[in-house]
């Protein structure tokens, strides 16, 4: 079965820090677009963040620009979202998601993606 594994989240408190790492050993991420998106309880899932990783190109949602950062290690084939500065309301289940079609900057914005993880909690407490 074709999957993203995140990892790295946690508990952390207000104003700390996460770095969540999202992986396949499936395929190679090269070419994808790469999204980051989270889900906080009786909340509708939002992307976050995103990198286009033939260009390195990204993309934030303005409730994170600032503190949080996407990245892309290819030859670990790994993308990364740094988070710094992490609020109570940055609480949630995060995933990754990637898709070979959709652009990068579009899909923070779209229902779905080709491939998608499991994902990993994260709270923060106040």
């Known amino acids: 079965e074709v999957q993203l594994v995140e990892s790295g989240g946690g508990l952390v408190q207000a104003g700390g820090s996460l770095r969540l790492s999202c992986t396949t050993s499936?395929?190679?991420?090269?070419?994808?677009?790469i999204a980051w998106f989270r889900q906080a309880p009786g909340k509708e899932r939002e992307g976050v963040s995103s990198?286009?990783?033939?260009?390195?190109?990204?993309f934030y949602k303005d409730s994170v620009k600032g503190r949080f950062t996407i990245s892309s290690d290819k030859a670990k084939n790994t993308v990364y979202l740094q988070m710094t500065n992490l609020k109570p309301e940055d609480t949630a289940v995060y995933y990754c998601?990637?898709?070979?079609?959709?652009?990068?900057?579009?899909?923070?914005?779209?229902?779905?993606?080709?491939?998608w993880g499991r994902g990993t909690q994260v709270t923060v407490s106040s």
């Open positions: 499936t395929f190679s991420l090269d070419g994808f677009a």
């Open positions: 998601a990637a898709d070979h079609l959709v652009p990068a900057g579009r899909l923070l914005d779209s229902p779905g993606a080709d491939y």
């Open positions: 990198i286009d990783n033939s260009n390195d190109s990204t």
